[in-house]
């Protein structure tokens, strides 16, 4: 098992930033690719970026690419989206995920946090 905390999240005014953090426990973290997700409402949950075991591979949502950077720290069994330029479409509750593979597909992630809000005021 695989236990997942986001936290970071909150109020910002369009154009400012955010740093999402999810901590982990349990088995082994660095086994697993982690990813975050976010779902804003009145929509579907979505991709937003995935990096692999050793943080050597990352891939992003096409829409936000240039805006958000995902990374990891294994030591301190943390991973990080960092969300810059920020704008009100990008209000969400944004989910930490962990998977065996590398992938963007949500029904490949069997571990999840409880998410984080992010509001983006105009």
């Known amino acids: 098992q695989v236990q997942l905390v986001e936290s970071g999240g909150g109020l910002v005014q369009a154009g400012g930033s955010l740093r999402l953090s999810c901590a982990a426990s349990g088995r082994t973290f660095t086994v697993y690719t982690k990813a975050w997700f976010r779902q804003a409402p009145g929509k579907e949950r979505e991709f937003v970026a995935c990096?692999?075991?050793?943080?050597?591979?990352?891939r992003y949502a096409d829409s936000l690419k240039g805006r958000f950077t995902i990374s990891r720290d294994n030591a301190k069994d943390t991973v990080y989206l960092q969300m810059n330029s920020l704008k009100p479409e990008d209000t969400a509750v944004y989910y930490c995920a962990a998977s065996l593979g590398f992938s963007s597909r949500e029904g490949d992630y069997g571990y999840w946090g409880q998410g984080t809000q992010v509001t983006v005021s105009s």
């Open positions: 990096i692999s075991r050793n943080g050597g591979g990352t």
